[in-house]
């Protein structure tokens, strides 16, 4: 039968000597399975605690800057009422009676309640006049030669700046002293009496 299988093109079959697998420990490979999965649990449990805390940061920051588009627009409007109060001379505040009089408190009251409401909701003044010039809170809109503060120190305020949180909502317009003396540079310890001119 052989040579007929030969004669047809078939392979005879060889009986090939079986090989021993090592027997495997069922204690040690639970023990293997266990780990692997202890492994995955906490892989998994760093994840959610991860994409936990990253929702938590992502909620409180929409809460936070949610109204900063609003809150650029109201500044608009309380910008409008300061320019109206400030056209309006101080004789003319002092010595308003009746109609002119409750005008220009009414525009002093919406003002004074516009601020308190953005204040309320985390819109705050960014400090300029005086300050040193932060290109990141101020605008340089000109220079006033100004030989007695340092230079590059604020000093006037052309429109105030805001914030919400910490977050610049509108940079403050300010004039920036020029000329002045540059601001002293911290020196090392040790380093005085040396001359630094040759």
């Given at each position: 039968?052989?040579?007929?299988?030969?004669?047809?093109?078939?392979?005879?079959?060889?009986e090939t000597p079986e090989t021993e697998t090592p027997e495997?420990?069922?204690?040690?490979?639970?023990?293997?399975?266990?780990?692997?999965?202890k492994d995955r649990v906490l892989r998994t449990v760093a994840?959610?605690?991860?994409?936990?805390?990253?929702?938590?940061?992502?909620?409180?920051?929409?809460?936070?800057?949610?109204?900063?588009?609003?809150?650029?627009?109201?500044?608009?409007?309380?910008?409008?009422?300061?320019?109206?109060?400030?056209?309006?001379?101080?004789?003319?505040?002092?010595?308003?009676?009746?109609?002119?009089?409750?005008?220009?408190?009414?525009?002093?009251?919406?003002?004074?309640?516009?601020?308190?409401?953005?204040?309320?909701?985390?819109?705050?003044?960014?400090?300029?006049?005086?300050?040193?010039?932060?290109?990141?809170?101020?605008?340089?809109?000109?220079?006033?030669?100004?030989?007695?503060?340092?230079?590059?120190?604020?000093?006037?305020?052309?429109?105030?700046?805001?914030?919400?949180?910490?977050?610049?909502?509108?940079?403050?317009?300010?004039?920036?002293?020029?000329?002045?003396?540059?601001?002293?540079?911290?020196?090392?310890?040790?380093?005085?009496?040396?001359?630094?001119?040759?």
């Amino acid at each position: 039968m052989s040579d007929e299988n030969a004669a047809q093109g078939e392979t005879p079959e060889v009986e090939t000597p079986e090989t021993e697998t090592p027997e495997v420990d069922p204690a040690e490979a639970l023990r293997t399975e266990n780990a692997e999965l202890k492994d995955r649990v906490l892989r998994t449990v760093a994840e959610m605690e991860n994409l936990r805390k990253r929702t938590e940061r992502d909620v409180a920051d929409t809460r936070s800057y949610a109204i900063a588009g609003f809150a650029r627009d109201m500044l608009s409007a309380t910008d409008a009422l300061s320019r109206a109060l400030m056209v309006i001379p101080a004789e003319t505040r002092e010595g308003a009676d009746g109609s002119l009089k409750s005008l220009i408190e009414g525009i002093e009251l919406a003002e004074r309640e516009m601020q308190r409401l953005l204040a309320k909701h985390g819109v705050k003044p960014i400090e300029a006049a005086g300050q040193k010039f932060d290109p990141h809170k101020h605008q340089a809109m000109f220079e006033v030669p100004n030989p007695n503060v340092p230079e590059g120190t604020v000093v006037q305020v052309v429109q105030e700046g805001f914030a919400i949180g910490e977050r610049v909502l509108r940079p403050a317009m300010v004039g920036v002293a020029k000329g002045g003396a540059a601001a002293p540079a911290p020196t090392g310890e040790g380093e005085e009496g040396v001359d630094k001119s040759a």
